[in-house]
């Protein structure tokens, strides 16, 4: 075993010699491609780096109808694929642990999407599990690879089982009460986190323990329109679009049960979803002012940066390496996706070293030097 001022001398040697972590903000790099005329809704990245978009334009000529495209960052081409039978209503969508695409369609189904053979498989709501219409909205499939959704017509949570090919239906009811989710979000225990709108009795954020189809719902002060939802640690954070002019970022401590309102800025009005990046920043769209925001929950301050004007950002997804994609819905038969790429932490050359590396390390070394000498004489 080794000595332990060997082991301390080691360790902070190591430590010096690490380069800096990436840290994320919202000034990378911009960029944003058209894909009109498809007009996307939500969107997220494969593990190859493709992104992938919904298309929903309930004004255009040809809706409802199914379609995602894909987008090459590289020279902005859209390639689109089209589901092969009648109506369909996509709206969210998510990545599947197989690396295909999961689907919500409000045509009482989910619908999955295989990115590599380009074949489209529809799973109808059973209408025995079901309360039909159900109007599937949101969507997230959990670790353990079940499919998870929002029924905002039927007021319930829906959970399809691939590899079993079973449903289960859960009504959003606590008492005498209804709520009509929206986003879906898991934290670490298993527990399926929702937000409920206007519709619902009860405006604001519900759970639901899986294993005893338990669900509570929670009202939020002023709750209209809670939205976009995500997990960090023991914070559930969500959106209200509609809470107040700008809007409201909401905090949820599942420690102690209580709510923290952080009212938006008119720079990021109308925001709709988030996501976490690994600071703990929290990224939103802002719909209304057409920006990309953050909030930083350690300083509790709102940040934006303006895109491309009247382009209505909706969906949003993190690819951990440091890119935050977005869907732009501009208007009727318009559309497009943006990107913001974080810069690579710089180099460090090793084991140089300046400033305060050298002085700690010397430090570091001397102390120890002295150390070894004095127990030298005392054993010899």
Same mark, same amino acid.
């Not at 994320?24 to 007009?39: A, I, V």
């Not at 995500?230 to 905090?251: C, Q, S, Y």
């Not at 350690?298 to 969906?315: C, D, E, I, K």
């Given at each position: 075993?080794?000595? %332990? ?35 996307? &809704? ?41 589901? +092969? ?7 969210? #969508? ?28 529809? &799973? ?20 353990? $690879? ?49 937000? @409920?709108?206007?519709? %619902?009795?009860?405006?604001?954020? =519900?759970? #639901?323990?899986?294993?005893?189809? @338990? ?36 905090? &949820? ?7 923290? &309102? ?12 988030? !996501?976490?990046?690994?600071? =703990? ?6 719909? %209304? ?7 930083? +929950? ?8 303006? !895109? ?6 909706? $969906? ?40 305060? =590396? ?8 001397? =102390? ?13």
């Amino acid at each position: 075993m080794k000595n %332990g001022k060997v082991m301390v001398f080691s360790i902070l040697l190591s430590l010096c010699m690490i380069g800096p972590a990436m840290a994320w903000n919202l000034y990378g790099t911009l960029e944003e491609w058209g894909t009109s005329p498809f007009r996307p &809704y939500d969107i997220t990245v494969l593990s190859d780096g493709s992104p992938w978009l919904t298309y929903h334009d309930e004004l255009a000529a040809d809706w409802p109808v199914g379609k995602v495209c894909t987008i090459d960052p590289s020279d902005g081409s859209v390639t689109t694929y089209q589901v +092969p039978w009648g109506n369909s209503g996509f709206e969210t #969508l998510d990545r599947g642990l197989d690396d295909t695409l999961w689907i919500a369609d409000r045509e009482d189904r989910i619908v999955n999407f295989d990115p590599t053979t380009h074949v489209f498989t529809a &799973y109808p709501l059973p209408a025995a599990t079901f309360t039909l219409p159900a109007g599937p909205f949101g969507i997230n499939v959990a670790s353990d $690879g079940k499919v998870w959704f929002t029924c905002m017509t039927s007021n319930a949570l829906g959970c399809y089982n691939p590899v079993t090919n079973t449903w289960q239906n859960f009504p959003v009811m606590d008492g005498g009460n209804s709520g009509k989710p929206v986003d879906i979000a898991f934290s670490s225990d298993g527990t399926v986190w929702f937000t @409920t709108k206007s519709g %619902g009795a009860i405006r604001g954020l =519900g759970s #639901l323990v899986p294993s005893t189809g @338990t669900v509570t719902l929670r009202t939020i002060d002023g709750g209209v329109d809670p939205f976009g939802i995500a997990v960090a640690g023991d914070k559930i954070w969500f959106l209200d679009h509609h809470r107040t002019v700008n809007g409201t970022l909401v905090r &949820y401590d599942m420690g102690t049960g209580v709510f923290t &309102y952080f009212s938006g800025i008119p720079e990021l009005q109308d925001p709709h979803f988030l !996501v976490i990046d690994p600071d =703990g920043l929290i990224w939103m769209t802002a719909f %209304g002012a057409s920006a990309i925001g953050t909030f930083n +929950p350690f300083t509790l301050t709102f940040q934006s940066r303006a !895109v491309t004007a009247n382009s209505g950002p909706m $969906g949003i997804f993190l690819v951990p390496s440091g890119e935050i994609w977005w869907a732009e819905t501009f208007e009727t038969e318009h559309g497009g996706a943006g990107r913001i790429t974080q810069p690579p932490p710089p180099d460090v050359p090793v084991p140089t070293m300046t400033g305060w =590396g050298i002085v700690i390390l010397s430090s570091i070394t001397a =102390g120890f030097a002295l150390w070894a000498m004095r127990r030298k004489k005392l054993m010899g």
